[in-house]
């Protein structure tokens, strides 16, 4: 059996033997037989985590699977991990796990993924549920907040800011460092009130020195969110759940 991930990602994968058993499959549209899925829950609680980085020179994210499942104690079955900004996510069940790009022309989309999946449940139990033949229940998603103040470790799980800075005791939060999303949106905060500044730079009259005034004050107030980006975040709608599942949106949240 050859797989790759075109093929999942459009679902016209075809499963010549159980992924489990490597028994021959009646139904070859499906990765499992009529055993095995006896054998399974027909439902799985799922928790969604934000894998994504703020630095665009540091893109991986460092984590430890025990973190977030001590976290959650017993109470989800299957983790499922998004990065939105590299287009990678992974299942993990039990132990095992399943990665994959969802955009097109990333390198190792068209290798042949058969070793990968043969005997992973991670995989089998990501796919029933994508393609609605196992039910599933999001029991957490985290936050949109954790990308741009991710520089390499995973800071969650977390639902929102005020859960991330109660988990570390932290009274403010700050961006991933000075090349990522979050030095972005500064930067261009900055670059729009200096602008602003230098076109009524040339003038005396009081309309010029009220809108003068604001535009150094609200330049100066800027520098604030390198040591907390809490108000940015409110400017710019972090902080808000993921919206991904796999390779389509969360329509389902």
Avoid at 1 to 9: G, S
Avoid at 42 to 71: Q, W
Avoid at 242 to 247: F, P, Q
Wanted: contains cysteine; negative net charge; charged residues 25%.
């Amino acid at each position: 059996m050859n797989m790759n991930y075109e093929e999942l990602k459009l679902g016209n994968a075809s499963f010549e033997t159980c992924v489990l058993c490597n028994r021959k499959l009646k139904d070859t549209s499906v990765p499992l037989g009529t055993e095995c899925r006896k054998k399974l829950k027909k439902t799985y609680r799922v928790a969604i985590l934000n894998m994504g980085t703020g630095c665009y020179e540091a893109p991986n994210v460092h984590y430890r699977e025990s973190d977030f499942v001590d976290y959650f104690g017993g109470g989800v079955d299957l983790f499922l991990l998004v990065d939105t900004g590299s287009h990678w996510g992974m299942t993990i069940l039990d132990g095992q796990s399943f990665g994959w790009f969802s955009l097109d022309g990333v390198e190792d989309t068209d290798g042949d993924l058969s070793d990968q999946i043969q005997g992973n449940k991670a995989f089998a139990v990501g796919w029933m549920i994508d393609k609605g033949h196992f039910e599933h229940e999001v029991v957490h998603t985290d936050s949109n907040i954790l990308r741009p103040i991710t520089h390499s470790t995973y800071l969650g799980p977390a639902k929102n800011l005020d859960e991330v800075k109660a988990r570390w005791a932290a009274e403010g939060v700050t961006p991933s460092c000075g090349c990522g999303m979050a030095a972005e949106a500064i930067g261009d905060r900055e670059a729009f009130y200096e602008d602003e500044i230098d076109k009524w730079a040339v003038g005396e009259t009081a309309l010029h020195e009220i809108i003068r005034g604001q535009a150094e004050q609200a330049l100066s107030s800027v520098e604030k969110y390198w040591s907390d980006i809490t108000e940015l975040s409110s400017e710019e709608g972090w902080d808000t759940p993921l919206t991904e599942w796999m390779w389509s949106d969360l329509s389902f949240v």
